[in-house]
Structure formats: C-alpha cells, structure tokens
C-alpha cells in the first residue's frame, strides 16, 4: 500500500500538502537580469516572431495577457539560471523573484510554483510525447527527485506525461539541463502552450494497430518544442492547445476531448492517413465535444497541418475573456468552412474532405483494456499492463520500474492516460518472472473491477484549484467500494478536485468532481463532491453529465450514494456477510 492511502499525505507534508516552509509568495523587489550564456535554448532576445499587432491586442486583454505582453515567457528560458544562481549565492530568496514571473512566466520552463500548498518548492510538468520512456530517464527521475527527500515524488498525469515535485529555485536550471541530456524536455508545458503529445500506448506492438503513433507524435513535439530548444513562433498562444493522435479504433488517446484530434483512417486510394476532429475541452464552464473538421490529412502533411492550425489560433484566437479563448470558440465564431478555409491558405494547401469508413467498421468495436498481459503482434511478446495506484510515485518506484524496465523490456516502459504503465516486448517464455517481480505486486497487472479504471487529478494536495482532497480519497473509497460491492464488470471512476476537470470526469462512468457540500445540522460547508455519470469513450464517445450535486465526500455520505449507483446502473449487488 502507498503512503497516503486513507486520506494520509506523503511523509513531510501536513494533512493538505503543506511543507514546513514559512513565508508567503510576495514580490519584494525586481531582481536585475544580466544576460547569461546557456544550454540548448533559442535565443529569446527582443520580441519573437510574434506579429506585433497580437502584442497590440493582448494589451487590451486578460490579465495573463498583460503579462505576457510585458515579458514573453521564453524569457524564463534564461532567467531561471540567473534565479538559480543568485539563491545559490545567498544573493536573494525565491520570495524576492518577481511574482509574475515565479507564479506565471516559469510556466514557460515548465516549472510550477505551489504557493499554496509548498510555498517556494516547485512542480515540473514534463513532456513525453506518447509516453514513452527508458531506463535511463527513469532513473534521472528518482535522482532527481530523491534529493528532496520526503518533499520530492511524481505523478503519471492523465496525458501519459510525468511530473516531478519537491524543485527548489536554484535547482530549476540542473532540471532543465538533466533532462535535456537524457532526451526530454519540459519546456512550454504550462499556460498558453500546447500541452504533452497524447498516442496509442501500445503503439507498435497493438495487434489490431491501425497507425504506429510514436514517429508522429515525436514530430509534432519536435517542432513544439523546437527540439527540445523552444519555439518562439507559439509561446504566446491566446490558451493552452492539446494535440492527440489515436492509433486504433480504441481511441486510447480520447480525439473527442482535444483541440486536435487526429485519427487514423484510408482515403480511398488505400493511403493511411488521418480525419480530424476538433475543438473538444474541458473548463469550469464549459465541457465540449470535438466535431469533425471535415478533412483528411496525409501523415506527411501532420506536421505542418498542426503548424497552420496552432497559427490561426494564435493569431485570431480570443484574448479577453479566458473563459472564451479555446479554439473552439474560434471554430463556432467564423463558422466551419472559414475556419477550415483559413487553416488551408495557412498551410498553403487544399485539404481532402475527410475519409469515410470502410464495411469493417460496421461490426462494433469494444474499446480494450490494456491492464494485464497481452499477446503483441510480434509473436513470442506480451505487454503487461499495470495500475499505479492514481499514479503516484516515488524515487524508489522509479529506480525499480527501470530495473524492471531493462530486465524485461529493454529499457523501456510506457505510460497510460488512465495514469498506468505498461511494459513492452516481454518475451513469453519470460512472463512468470517479471509477474513475480516485486514491483508487480505494488503496481499489479490484476486489480478490482474500481481499482483498475481509477483516475485522480492532483487536488488540493498540491494544487491551488483544488476544492478537495482527491488521490487519498479515490484509493480509499475504491477500496471500500469493492470491500462491500460484487462488481462484475469495469466501473471507470474519475476523481477531479475542482471543476477545471484535469481527470476527465465527463470521460469516466463515474466522475466524482469536487465541491463544497452542506450536511444538515453541521455548520458551513464542507468536503463534497458532484457526481456525473454517462461518459463513453472508444469508437462512439458521448460526455459524462452531472447527475447529482453536492454529495459530501466522507465515505458515509459517499459511500451509500454510489453503491445505489452501481446497484442500479452497473449490475453491482451487496456482497454476502
Ligand atoms: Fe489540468 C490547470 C493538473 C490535465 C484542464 N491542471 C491545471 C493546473 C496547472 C492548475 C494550477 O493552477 O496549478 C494543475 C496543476 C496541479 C499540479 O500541481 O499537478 C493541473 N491537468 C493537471 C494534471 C497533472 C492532472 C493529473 O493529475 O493528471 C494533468 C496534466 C496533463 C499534462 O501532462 O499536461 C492535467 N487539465 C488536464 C486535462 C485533461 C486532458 O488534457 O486530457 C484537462 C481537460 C482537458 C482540456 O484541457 O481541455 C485540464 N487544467 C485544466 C484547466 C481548464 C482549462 C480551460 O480551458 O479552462 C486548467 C485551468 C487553466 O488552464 O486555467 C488546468
Ligand atoms: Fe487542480 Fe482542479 Fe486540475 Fe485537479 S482538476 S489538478 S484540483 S486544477
């Protein structure tokens, strides 16, 4: 069992995350920047090429677009050394870091401050484009995350991406360096930048693959992240962007919740390529479903196609109000046929109309489950897919995974949206030893019928919109759920801390979103969640919708209300005393 199943918090931290570090997040004084000289970064001098006009417009708009406006946020790609440098030397403290750019701007170098919870330590998102890692990035993980002792873990996050917590400011620069050194890169992974490149996370090896997504998905990447260097012409996008690409009828990789949907379909000359569907997101406003963008893009136009859109987003998008400026607000402002028109003169191409479906697709298509052991299109290999339990980890989990990892995979190990891992080309004859693997007895490839479909967001563990505790919770009430329930079928929970719904809960069967409840007779609010049921996900995908609200989140409370759920809904009956 993991450290902070039962509402318990990681050793170091109080009951909601807090460290034992005093002081406030303020900006005392503008610290001087002189210029230095570092890694692999473009040159950010001067405005990037941004058309000057945006620059006009931001000015006129939200607050986050004054201060990208004041100081693009690539600038970060320099200054966090300069930062670094100056606590280093006793110069300054994180407290004297301008506030924009410590709360805002290090987004652009993928550093997180969490001024709530760990005031003055930092969360890096990083960027695995399809999820794919190896050993040698693992263990830079647990390095690097184990010299803040009890401070210091990770996340699988629900873009199969990592993220590492516990950074300190004059560490931000060695982070960066580590990780461009062992391959990735966790620059423009934050605020108004395109997010981790979403694939099949059994691409390659998927007996029923329709397209290999890993090459793609590291082209894309390449040109957003400009080589793991940066990429100036898209750091100041008017709102995060997400890219997918699905690799089979399964859609693991969920085409109807992203800006960019890719998915993989022959034209009628037999050429594999993709139809697009676009402008699917979440907000704490708004939740929707992509819709088909009525083209069909050729896999060597992808690059360049992403290109054209992210473009035409930046440069049209919304810049006043956030809670509008999703590209699909764009998408419904001027109407399908100019947007796809204008992403077209962009790309400086005609696009085909998209593909249709061939007979085969008459016959249903279950979405799988990749949890598990299961025979690869290479004969001889399995993959074994395992739940981390809400994907939490620590620098001894990622040491052993990468044990694992080259013992069994060659080096390699992938991660899932629902926050797993797999393991790839393990060789048959070799399946008993890995299963015996002490690793696979923590994050098992067998699990309950809750246990093996639950997904958290951060919460307020850590995160500074989180309404409620999630990760503690989710294990706890999936635990109590199968203690007392016969499930016998996947129930897929959610558990998202605020209505930003970073775990998707218009995804799941079951979306637990937090909220503030009232029980009678107990004074103010307290710990509650919304309940949303309906979410369908593979071929035909629908979206979850709120079903009941303000359920307050004790087990007491919670418990009765989803087991009549599940009762009623997922042939779930009371288990026998
Ligand atoms: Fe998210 C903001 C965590 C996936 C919608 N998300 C945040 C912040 C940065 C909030 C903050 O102030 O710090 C959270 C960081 C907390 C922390 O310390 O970890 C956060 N989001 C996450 C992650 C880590 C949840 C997880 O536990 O897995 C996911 C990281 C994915 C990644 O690797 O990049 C994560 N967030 C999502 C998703 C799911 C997805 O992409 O499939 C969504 C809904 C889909 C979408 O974006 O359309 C999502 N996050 C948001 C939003 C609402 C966006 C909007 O348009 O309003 C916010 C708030 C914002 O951006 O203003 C947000
Ligand atoms: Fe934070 Fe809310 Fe996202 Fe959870 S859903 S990680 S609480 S922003």
């Given at each position: 069992m993991i450290g902070f199943v039962g509402g318990q918090v990681p050793a170091g931290y109080s009951g909601h995350g807090k460290r034992v570090v005093s002081g406030r997040c303020r900006s005392i004084r503008k610290v001087s920047m002189e210029p230095v000289e570092k890694i692999?970064?473009?040159?950010?001098?001067?405005?990037?090429?941004?058309?000057e006009e945006i620059w006009e417009r931001a000015l006129g708009g939200s607050k986050f677009e004054k201060v990208k406006a004041e100081k693009d946020g690539s600038e970060m790609w320099k200054e966090i050394y300069v930062y670094a440098e100056k606590v280093r030397n006793g110069e300054i403290t994180y407290q004297d870091i301008d506030s924009d750019d410590l709360n805002i701007r290090y987004k652009w170098a993928g550093l997180f401050h969490r001024p709530k919870a760990t005031p003055g330590r930092f969360m890096s998102r990083l960027k695995v484009p399809n999820g794919i890692l190896n050993s040698e990035q693992l263990r830079f993980f647990g390095e690097f995350i184990g010299?803040?002792?009890?401070d210091g873990c990770g996340d699988i996050t629900t873009r199969m991406n990592i993220q590492l917590r516990g950074i300190v400011v004059e560490d931000a620069g060695d982070l960066v360096d580590g990780l461009n050194a062992v391959g990735l890169t966790n620059i423009q992974s934050g605020m108004d930048n395109v997010r981790n490149l979403v694939g099949s996370p059994i691409a390659g090896i998927d007996?029923?693959?329709?397209?290999?997504t890993r090459e793609i998905c590291k082209d894309i990447d390449n040109y957003i992240t400009g080589d793991r260097k940066?990429?100036?012409?898209?750091?100041?996008?008017p709102r995060k962007f997400n890219i997918c690409v699905s690799g089979?009828?399964?859609?693991f990789a969920h085409t109807h919740i992203n800006d960019i949907g890719l998915k993989p379909m022959k034209n009628e000359e037999g050429v594999m390529g993709f139809n697009v569907d676009i402008g699917g997101y979440f907000s704490s406003k708004r939740a929707a479903h992509s819709i088909s963008m009525d083209v069909w893009v050729h896999p060597d136009d992808v690059v360049a196609f992403c290109r054209a859109m992210l473009l035409v987003f930046r440069d049209n998008g919304e810049r006043k109000d956030r809670q509008k400026s999703r590209m699909m607000w764009l998408v419904e402002k001027w109407g399908l046929e100019k947007f796809r028109s204008t992403v077209e003169e962009r790309m400086g191409k005609t696009l085909a109309r998209e593909a249709k479906a061939g007979p085969e697709f008459d016959t249903p298509f279950p979405r799988r489950d990749v949890l598990g052991v299961h025979p690869q299109k290479q004969e001889g290999y399995s993959w074994v897919g395992c739940r981390v339990p809400v994907g939490r980890l620590f620098a001894k989990d990622f040491f052993e995974m990468a044990d694992v990892a080259d013992k069994y995979s060659d080096g390699e190990m992938r991660l899932t949206v629902e926050q797993g891992i797999i393991f790839p080309n393990v060789k048959n004859e070799e399946l008993d030893t890995i299963l015996a693997e002490p690793l696979l007895k923590r994050f098992s490839p067998v699990a309950g019928n809750v246990t093996r479909g639950l997904v958290a967001c951060t919460g307020s563990q850590f995160c500074p919109q989180g309404i409620v505790d999630t990760k503690g919770r989710a294990v706890r009430i999936a635990d109590l759920l199968e203690e007392e329930l016969d499930i016998p079928e996947l129930v897929r929970m959610h558990w998202t801390g605020c209505p930003n719904s970073c775990a998707q809960v218009?995804?799941?069967d079951i979306g637990l979103m937090g909220a503030k409840a009232r029980i009678p007779g107990v004074k103010g609010p307290v710990d509650g969640v919304d309940i949303y049921l309906g979410g369908k996900i593979g071929e035909n995908t629908e979206l979850g919708t709120l079903y009941k609200k303000g359920v307050p989140a004790e087990p007491e409370f919670l418990i009765p209300a989803l087991k009549e759920i599940m009762i009623e809904r997922f042939n779930c009956t009371e288990k026998k005393s």
């Open positions: 692999g970064v473009s040159d950010v001098s001067g405005l990037n090429s941004i058309p010299r803040y002792g009890d007996p029923h693959e329709m397209f290999d940066g990429n100036k012409e898209i750091t100041n996008l089979s009828r399964d859609d218009q995804v799941a």
